[in-house]
């Protein structure tokens, strides 16, 4: 089982006849839900709405988060190299700006004078 505790997946079969049962023979969705052991008639209701925007197509939907394509795959890659050169770049660029205004090394000493 996946998603939540006591989560239950129905068949792509089991949904189709629940809409049937719905939209052809006029019975409730609480009716349905007990005739073919559904714990909860609300999903008979979602079933049955996505069927009448989608069609056929919604019972045919892949479940969970889609997966990343080669190429996002590469170009993700790429940019994470790209992100460390510029990282190094930019550490040995601040370390050259430091050293040239000999910051932390003062040469001369001022007197207080008042």
Known sequence: MSGRKGMKHYRVEIKQEAVRQVLEEHLTYAAVATRLEIRKAERIEVWVR??????????????????????????????????????KF??????????????????????NTK
């Open 50 to 87: 996505k069927y009448r925007e989608e069609g056929e197509a919604s019972f045919h939907k892949p479940i969970g988060r889609p997966l990343k394509s080669q190429a996002e795959e590469r170009e993700l890659e790429r940019l994470r190299m790209e992100n460390a050169l510029l990282k």
């Open 90 to 111: 930019h550490t040995e660029l601040r370390k050259v700006q430091l050293a040239q205004r000999n910051i932390g090394r003062s040469t001369t000493i001022r007197k």
